[in-house]
């Protein structure tokens, strides 16, 4: 039985001339199959396209979600280390805190009449305070959208709290600081050390002859006997408000100490400082003699607050 073929026509409608294609079945199969493998191939083609474009889509959706973990990585390393700092000055303050503590009792252990005066904040002080909580209170964290994940969030959150309270502790160790600071500087001011060691031969308070006109006053300090020559030392840190002679003391030396703290040394010798200098609890700052309206060898001490003259013994420490 002879094999069928097949015949197709091609006809171009402007030259009205017709191409005849014969084909065998063998031919038709092959170019089949080639067809198929074309649809094939391209199906292939076309999917591979498909998923490309759905990898680039979240390849670039990755990316961006990258960039903000990374720019939320870096605001938790930013605010980290600004805890961090504040943990470090809260850690150093709370050092010098325990230094000043002991410091100040050591100073009260060997201090008399040691005033204790309560600071107060200042307006401006609370103020500011007031101002720095507010602007942690009104702090925005992006985080916080309602798209981002509520862990992220909440770690948000409690860095923001952390920080408030480093803050809040911060300014209250600030405060204990100024106040112990204040008191030991009140302290330091107390004029504790005996300026000499000898007999008092006449105390505070009691009357004395003066040349005023009214004949008598209140003795304004205390005497010690000791002999002519004998060091004076300053009984606390001070400057020198007055050195030179006075009609009653002859050469005196006046310091004053800080605080409303000051002392005066009348009937001396020598003068070892001069007005303007800066002495140390310690330091000599003169010797006993006999100058001025003074019977004998003595020193004249007095100690003032805010001018105004008290008993000596209330500051002075107990000789051994």
């Not at 000043?100 to 307006?123: A, C, H, M, Y």
């Not at 981002?148 to 300014?171: C, I, T």
């Not at 003391?249 to 007005?275: D, P, Q």
Request: charged residues 25%; glycine residues 6%.
């Amino acid at each position: 039985m002879a094999k069928k073929s097949y015949t197709i026509l091609i006809v171009s409608q402007k030259a009205a001339q017709a191409k005849k294609f014969i084909l065998s079945p063998l031919m038709l199969k092959i170019a089949a199959v080639v067809l198929g493998v074309i649809i094939v191939v391209s199906t292939f083609i076309i999917y591979d396209y498909v998923v490309y474009k759905k990898q680039v889509t979240e390849l670039q959706g990755l990316r961006t979600e990258t960039l903000s973990q990374q720019q939320e990585i870096r605001s938790f390393l930013e605010k980290i280390a600004l805890l961090e700092e504040q943990l470090n000055k809260l850690k150093e303050m709370e050092k010098q805190v325990e230094r000043d503590l002991k410091e100040i009792n050591e100073l009260k252990k060997t201090k008399k009449g040691s005033p204790v005066i309560p600071r107060k904040k200042t307006f401006n002080e609370t103020k500011e305070a007031g101002k720095e909580i507010s602007s942690f209170r009104q702090e925005t964290v992006s985080i916080l959208e309602k798209e981002r994940p509520q862990l992220v969030s909440r770690l948000y959150q409690d860095l923001l709290e952390l920080r408030k309270e480093a803050f809040q502790s911060e300014l209250s160790l600030n405060e204990l600081k100024e106040f112990l600071q204040a008191q030991k500087s009140i302290l330091l001011s107390i004029p504790s050390l005996w300026p000499v060691f000898g007999p008092i031969t006449s105390r505070f308070g009691e009357t004395r002859v003066s040349s005023l006109p009214r004949g008598m006053r209140p003795h304004q300090g205390v005497d010690i006997s000791v002999p002519p020559g004998t060091p004076i030392v300053a009984p606390a840190d001070g400057a020198v408000s007055f050195a030179g002679r006075e009609s009653q003391y002859g050469l005196m030396i006046c310091l004053e100490h800080g605080n409303g703290f000051s002392t005066a040394y009348g009937h001396l010798k020598e003068l070892v400082v001069r007005t303007g200098d800066k002495v140390r609890a310690g330091q000599v700052i003169g010797t006993v003699g006999v100058s001025g309206n003074s019977t004998g060898p003595h020193l004249h001490y007095e100690v003032r607050i805010r001018g105004n003259p008290v008993n000596p013994f209330r500051y002075l420490h107990f000789r051994s």
